[in-house]
């Protein structure tokens, strides 16, 4: 058994922010966040946005391009360090989208990393057995704990959600449904995707056989001593403190069911992404027996074009293979991954069968990679 990703969708709020508005709140300029980090524009949630509905535009895009109806989703994953309930988000998506074979939906947090976690545990889950169509969702919110006085942070976020339908690839019923025809000039094979429901739905890819599914190799790496140089700890509620609770008539401390803002030391952060995002997906390659030469695109967590340009460099992958929108989103944390995959696949840019080295990175600290197939 094998997975296959069979569609993607994204969505931002529709409030759009731009350096010089951010330059009318903080000792900043266009040209400072510009230069130091690519980013021109970011999408914030406000009014009656809520990230449960942005993650639920983008999964339904998903859904859509799969042709699968959410009845058929086995397993929803919603990648969030923001849900907007302390015991997770995702079962309100899954009821949102209608899934009413009352699939299995949790929440993973993992900041920035947590698409890429997510995508690897959807494969792993279907290899697994049991899980056909797994929707990895990656939304974040963190405006809602940024502190807007602080020019070092502020001007790195942005809201978004997007949203990979993981599909199970039974290559043995495949192969047993129906045969492929391989084209005589350019030995590529035409196969039907969805072989068993729609076998109307003709795509063309490349030869596949049952060792190369959509999923050749990951790494993943979690190091809690980097904590330190990004967090947003859970604090003391100052309301407690202000009028005593009555729990401390018991002796209980005051409640803590806050986090405070978002605390980076950025060149600590900086620092540790150009060390280890290329030598996880080095070791992602390794394991999935491919070199950087047999990757189409470099598509890493969209932090900092600073970040994407050193890692694409270390690696030699030229500019033109890798893929970029962060100058129009910022950091959207666990939704950049899926928002700009879906944006270059809309766009015509990555096209059925091409090979994406795809890396996480962020608070935990955590990182990873993945070698993909789309
Ligand atoms: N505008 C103007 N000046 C600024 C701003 C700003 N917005 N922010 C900082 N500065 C100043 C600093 O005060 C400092 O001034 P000083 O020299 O007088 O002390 C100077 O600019 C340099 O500051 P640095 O922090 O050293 O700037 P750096 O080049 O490192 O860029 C940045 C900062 C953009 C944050 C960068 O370090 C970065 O992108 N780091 C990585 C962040 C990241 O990738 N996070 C990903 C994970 S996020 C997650 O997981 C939730």
């Not at 109806?69 to 086995?74: L, R």
């Given at each position: 058994k094998g997975c296959k990703l069979v569609g993607c969708g994204s969505a931002v709020p529709n409030l759009k922010v731009s350096n010089d508005d951010l330059a009318k709140i903080v000792d900043t300029s266009d040209e400072w966040i510009s230069v130091r980090t690519g980013i021109r524009n970011r999408h914030i949630l406000a009014g009656n946005d809520t990230l449960t509905a942005l993650a639920v535009k983008a999964a339904r895009k998903a859904l859509q391009m799969a042709e699968v109806?959410?009845?058929?989703?086995?397993l929803v994953l919603l990648c969030t360090?923001?849900?907007?309930?302390l015991f997770g988000s995702a079962p309100q998506i899954q009821k949102a989208l209608g899934c009413k074979r009352n699939p299995l939906a949790y929440d993973i947090t993992a900041a920035c990393s947590g698409f890429l976690l997510g995508l690897v545990s959807a494969a792993c889950y279907i290899r697994g057995g049991g899980f056909s169509n797994v929707l990895v969702i990656g939304a974040d919110a963190l405006s809602h704990y940024v502190?807007?006085?602080d020019r070092g942070t502020c001007i790195l976020f942005g809201d978004a959600a997007g949203a990979v339908l993981v599909q199970l690839w039974d290559y043995t019923a495949y192969t047993a449904s129906y045969a492929y025809t391989r084209s005589v000039h350019d030995e590529t094979a035409r196969y039907y995707?969805?072989?068993?429901?729609?076998?109307?739905?003709v795509r063309d890819r490349p030869a596949c056989n049952?060792?190369?599914?959509?999923?050749f190799g990951f790494d993943m790496h979690s190091d809690g001593g980097g904590q330190r140089n990004l967090n947003a700890p859970i604090v003391e509620n100052e309301v407690d403190h202000a009028l005593?609770?009555?729990?401390s008539v018991l002796g209980?401390?005051?409640?803590?069911?806050s986090y405070s803002c978002i605390q980076m030391k950025g060149s600590e952060v900086f620092r540790f992404a150009v060390r280890c995002v290329p030598q996880s997906i080095e070791s992602a390659l390794q394991k999935a027996g491919?070199?950087?030469?047999?990757?189409d695109w470099l598509l890493l967590h969209q932090a900092n074009q600073r970040i994407i340009d050193a890692v694409a460099t270390r690696l030699e992958v030229p500019p033109e293979r890798t893929i970029s929108?962060?100058?129009?989103?910022?950091?959207?944390?666990?939704?950049s991954i899926p928002l700009a995959l879906d944006e270059a696949v809309r766009g015509g840019k990555v096209k059925l069968g091409d090979i994406i080295a795809a890396a996480g990175f962020g608070a935990g600290l955590t990182w990873g990679s993945a070698i993909v197939r789309w």
């Open positions: 109806d959410p009845d058929d989703v086995d360090s923001t849900p907007e309930d502190d807007w006085t995707r969805n072989y068993t429901e729609t076998p109307e739905i049952s060792e190369e599914d959509g999923l005593g609770s009555n729990g209980f401390p005051p409640r803590r069911s491919l070199t950087v030469s047999s990757i929108n962060l100058a129009n989103y910022g950091n959207t944390s666990a939704a």
